[in-house]
Every structure is written in C-alpha cells, then in structure tokens.
C-alpha cells in the first residue's frame, strides 16, 4: 500500500491551523474537499485522528503519533523542493561575504571582480572586519578565516595557506645587511603593527620552538597595505602575511629574509552554515574561490 502523501499534508495542515476553514484557505481548496480527504485518511489507517466538535478540532492520541510523521514527510518534501530550485536557479542575487581586512582588500577583492565579470547580475556585499563573525546569526554567506574553525554546524574548505614573510629591499639589505638569524633583527629598523614589534615580538621557529624576538622601528602602523609600501621605499625590514607582499616578491622588488626560521604556515578557510538548499550563486562562487586560490599560490615562493 502506497503512503497517502497528499492526505498527510492535509491533515497536518489541518492540526497546525485548528480548523477546516483555515486548512482550506491555505492549500487554496475547498472545506470540503479537506474534510473528505481526512476522512479518506481515518478509513484508511483505520483509526480516528481528529475530535470533532462545533467549537474546535483537537488531537486523538493516534493524531499526535501520526502528525509528527506528517510533519516531517511535508519539512523533507518542501526542503526537496528547495534544493532543485537552488540547483535550477538564475544566477542572479546578492551574495554577502566576509573577510579579514587585509585579505579582503589584497586578495578577495580581486577574486570577486573576477567572478561578477563572469556573472555580471550578482551583487556582491563584501564585508572586511577582523572580528570573527557569527555566520548563524549576521546574515553573512561566505566568511574567509584564519586558523581552526571547530563548529560542527560549519562546513570549512581549506582556502590557501600563507605565512608571515620578513621582507626587504635590495636596497636596504646592501645598506645594511642581511641577517643571518633573528636575534640580528636588533640591528635593523623593523616596520611592523605597533602591538607586534613592541610588545609582542615578531615569532620565528628557533630550534623547534616558536619564540618571539622584540625589535623596534621608527614607523609602526596596523595597516599591512601600508607596512608593504614603507619597505618598498627601503625604509627599513617589515613583517607581513605573504599573501600582502606575493607579487613584488615573485618581481624581486622586495626579498624575503630568515626563511628558513619562519613559523608553520597558517590556512585561511572559506566557511558557511551547513543547508542542503544552498542557492545555486553561492555554490557557483564557493567553487570559483576554490578553483581561483588554486590557481594563485601565494606561498609558491620558495
């Protein structure tokens, strides 16, 4: 015997609205035809689901048994629904995405240009903040972070992996030399976050351990675009993520220095709330920052 899945939805419908009327309003049928599709359903399973009076409709025991299934059969069918329009959908729609500052002004945005050339009807909300954002709650569909993400209800994709790179000029490092080990930075006018040079120290892997060298500068700004442009003015050695300094790099404008004492890389994930309908433009661009990072190894340096 086949499951009568038109009648489950009506009676479902008819317990969750407490009436015939508003069961019929809302499936757009008549009261009669509810009525008789529930009785259909009763003679069927051989039992009644509902008492009826004039004033109101409540639930027999083998009702509230049976409802839960019910429920769920029109949750499955409506989440089923949902999926093949996300997979047959336009490719049209706002799509909101977060990153940190940086790497959304270095990195992402580029990426993004690159996917709206191709699908020019998506609007694209990017928002950079180096808070870590709540996906469940902010309304936010795509977030790029750094580190572990550990909520099971978050899918994580490994994005690109990056380092923090001790950079020069070929200038300056003529000028004042090469150093040969962290401790040598003490010598060096070093351009970095206030908070990192002064305070923390810049970390370097010294003998299996991670320990942190304080150094001083002249110029400290919490700005990575920045800190890059003073090195490349020869103004002194700067600590960076090798995602901000990737391209002068690669054309020898600046050079990278005590590489072999840099930490282990750290991995940027692209993260979203797990939904078996995700709309068919956020699966388009989940799989062309995929394919775009692929292509652009920003630790392919060495």
């Known amino acids: 015997m086949s499951e009568p899945f038109n009648e489950m939805a009506i009676f479902a419908s008819i317990a969750e609205m407490g009436s015939f009327t508003a069961a019929a309003k809302s499936l757009g049928r008549s009261k009669a035809f509810v009525s008789q599709q529930l009785t259909k359903l009763e003679e069927m399973l051989g039992t009644q689901l509902l008492f009826r009076t004039t004033r109101k409709l409540s639930l027999t025991e083998a009702g509230k048994v049976y409802l839960d299934y019910c429920q769920d059969i029109v949750r499955s069918a409506t989440a089923a629904r949902q999926s093949i329009a996300a997979l047959q959908g336009e490719m049209e729609g706002s799509i909101c995405i977060s990153a940190t500052n940086s790497f ?4 992402v945005s580029d990426v993004l240009f690159s996917f709206q050339e191709k699908y020019p009807d998506i609007q694209i909300d990017l928002d950079l903040s180096d808070d870590i954002q709540d996906l469940k709650e902010s309304g936010i569909d795509l977030s790029i972070r750094g580190g572990t993400v550990v909520d099971d209800e978050l899918v994580a994709i490994p994005l690109v992996n990056w380092q923090m790179f001790t950079v020069g000029t070929t200038a300056y490092l003529e000028k004042y030399g090469v150093p040969e080990t962290p401790d040598d930075l003490k010598a060096h006018n070093c351009i970095g976050t206030k908070h990192e040079t002064t305070i923390l120290g810049w970390p370097y892997l010294i003998d299996g351990q991670i320990q942190r ?12 675009p920045l800190i890059k442009q003073t090195a490349l003015l020869g103004k002194g050695l700067a600590w960076v993520p090798s995602y901000v300094v990737h391209q002068e790099v690669m054309s020898g404008q600046l050079v ?38 692929t292509a652009h190894d920003i630790l392919g340096l060495h």
Do not use: C
């Open 256 to 293: 990278r220095v005590l590489s072999d004492f840099d930490p282990p890389a750290i991995t940027f994930y692209l993260v979203y709330v797990y939904q078996k309908a995700m709309p068919f433009r956020q699966r388009y661009l989940i799989d062309f920052l995929k394919n775009w990072f």
């Open 104 to 107: 959304g002004e270095i990195m």
């Open 213 to 224: 060298i304080k150094v001083a500068g002249d110029f400290t700004v919490n700005r990575n």
